[in-house]
């Protein structure tokens, strides 16, 4: 794509019968752009992910999305049952997905691609081991390098930091961090955890109970600003230099550390 823009939503609604995920949404996301996009459980991150693929149809409204796209789905714990494979297999899967028979040009041409994608990632030291017998964070930069192989414009990720320790989740996002800003590729990044990715993120988008914002984090991240997005008084506070949301509908905290991960 020759623009600068990489997705345009105009007066875009995502409902799923009479529940409104959200309504009259406009965002234009730019080329080399981080978005993070925060909320509660339920509230339609990965569903803004799948229409952003292609998967879920607006309800209304429009929107335009570059072709190449590149996607990090929500891991999920069966996930991690993988010994008979091997890392480069994984990232494999991003070069040819479910296509046969690419011939013996193809597998030339797919091994250096695999490579290139390994090396960009720091993963050629493990490519060989099973993915079984890798740690998280390791596992994740093998799925960063699969989203990576078909050269996306747009990089879609969904919690890519859930279950890591701090400093997996801090090179995981300095991974991201570096494509967009070499490759110029854009980032929309789901996360429960603002902290990994508040020094790098460009704007939020927030999402709650069928109303959202989107705006520079300074911006975002207020009590009043959360608080009117919510409904209901939600607190922003900092502790030890790090943000939490206190409050919300559920009357819990989120968007906190890894230590309070509690969600699927
Ligand atoms: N294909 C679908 N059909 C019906 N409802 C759906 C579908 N996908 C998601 N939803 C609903 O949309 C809401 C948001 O889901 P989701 O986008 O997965 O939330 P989040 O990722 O923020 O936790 C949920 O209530 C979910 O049940
Ligand atoms: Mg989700």
Redesign the pocket.
């Known amino acids: 794509m020759s623009t600068a823009h990489v997705a345009t939503f105009s007066h875009a609604t995502l409902a799923?019968g009479d529940?409104v995920?959200w309504n009259d949404l406009d965002l234009t996301i730019e080329a080399g752009e981080f978005v993070a996009v925060l909320?509660p459980?339920?509230?339609?991150?990965?569903?803004?992910l799948r229409t952003l693929l292609g998967q879920?149809r607006l309800s209304a409204g429009d929107m335009t999305v570059t072709e190449a796209v590149g996607y990090i789905p929500q891991q999920h714990a069966a996930d991690a049952d993988t010994m008979a494979l091997r890392g480069r297999d994984l990232v494999g899967f991003g070069v040819d997905g479910a296509r046969w028979g690419i011939g013996l040009r193809g597998y030339a041409t797919r091994r250096r691609k695999v490579d290139a994608a390994l090396a960009e990632v720091g993963a050629s030291a493990f490519a060989d081991a099973p993915v079984g017998v890798l740690s998280g964070g390791e596992q994740q930069r093998l799925r960063v390098a699969q989203a990576l192989t078909g050269n996306p414009e747009l990089l879609l990720c969904d919690e890519p930091l859930a279950s890591l320790d701090p400093a997996s989740q801090e090179r995981v996002v300095e991974l991201i961090d570096r494509r967009r800003r070499t490759a110029g590729t854009a980032v929309v990044l789901?996360t429960h955890e603002i902290n990994p990715v508040m020094p790098y993120v460009d704007r939020v988008l927030y999402?709650v109970g069928g109303r959202f914002l989107a705006g520079p984090p300074d911006e975002v991240m207020t009590t009043d600003t959360l608080s009117e997005l919510y409904g209901s008084h939600v607190e922003v506070v900092r502790v030890n230099g790090r943000l939490l949301v206190v409050g919300g509908e559920e009357g819990t905290a989120h968007c906190s550390g890894p230590e309070e991960l509690d969600h699927p």
Not at 41 to 48: A, E, P, R
């Open positions: 799923f529940r995920l909320g459980n339920g509230s339609g991150k990965t569903s803004f879920y789901v999402l």
